[in-house]
């Protein structure tokens, strides 16, 4: 069985990205953000501020860019090799990361008064910032205001994320984004215009569903639907013409996507029937796999004295098996694994099983914190192999899926 690790197609390559480190300890992850830039194919040109170089070394920062490293507005050689105007132009996307509070309060204001404001201000290129602080500095109305701003002037953001702080031990939103996860937003602006789903039909099932014992009470399950939607998203940034069937959720309906709601299994068969014929079906949702035989009209009472009820339960329809042996099957047929034992293998049989050419499993033990959670770490289990992807956020897993469909759909 072949072992691969998650492609991240050509789109960096060749890119030159200006990347600006600003000074926080997250800095040191910027290392390792210029080897993963790098290891793509690259050119990463680095600008530091005097903060940055309090946590990490403009010689270490050379040696993994192997470039030159741009410190100060004033200095007379810099100016005459590249100058700050060139810099902010000489490239195909500035990355700001980490991101201080500080150093976006400037960009909101337009200040300019060292070498990484200035060719901020300079810029005509996208900008993506890696915002990384302290939570009480990322909460503080000042600093909302300023994301605020900077996205009201097209600034794109990754980050924070929530976990524990490097340095005071103190959990919320604060964190950088990690690497890969920067690698993946850098990917996706990179990618901007491309829409290579163009003309192709996607059918995303997402959330849980809900399977009424009586008028007021259900069975359920913890998806929050995040993954799904996220998905929707991502495929449709692609150019896709995606439509979302939807279980109940508490998050809104994904932007430039159809959502149909629906509640019970069987609403969300039908619902997935009726889009067919497709090029690509995606089930992400959390099907219960059981409902209610008969479920009451009415509320259910409680009776002094009475034994409680007996639920008699019956099985749900399975839409990934029904889609994947349909006679309109759509050309890709991907489903989920939610294991919380034996990954591969329950994979493997379900590929088989469901009709699916592609499983995505992950592993939602408890301890993951992968349900309802915003991380997700998976297993892409093909008849050709298995890769394992790293931990991601679920944007990131997302739109690292909508590359590998288009790609399987290219090759299929
Ligand atoms: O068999 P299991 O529930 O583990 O399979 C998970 C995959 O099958 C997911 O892709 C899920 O969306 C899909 N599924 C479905 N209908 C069901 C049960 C699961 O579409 N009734």
Redesign the pocket.
Known sequence: MKQTSADSRMTVSGKRILLIISGGIAAYKSLELIRRLRERGALVRPIMTAAAQQFITPLAVGALSASHVYLDLFSREDEQDVGHIRLARDCDLIVVAPATANLMAKMAQGLADDLASTVLLAADRPVLVAPAMNPKMWAHPATQRNVQQLQQDGIHFIGPMAGEMAESGENGLGRMAEPLEIVASVESLLDGGEKPLKGRRAIV?SGP?HEPIDPVRYIANRSSGRQGHAIARALAKLGADVTLVSGPVSIADPEGVKTIHVER?EE??DA?LDLLPADIA????????WRVATSSDQKIKKQPGDAPPMLSLT?????????GHHAHRPTLV??????TQNIEE?GRS?LA??G?DL??ANDVSPESGIMGGDRNRVKLITRDGIEDWPDMDKNSVADHLARKITQMLETS
Request: hydrophobic share 55%; charged share 25%; glycine share 2%.
């Open positions: 099932t569903t299994a969300m068969r997935v995606v089930m992400v949702a959390a099907v219960a796999d099985e749900n329809p399975d839409i990934l098996k029904t889609v991907i489903g989920f694994a939610a294991e329950n379900k099983r469901k699916a499983i995505v």
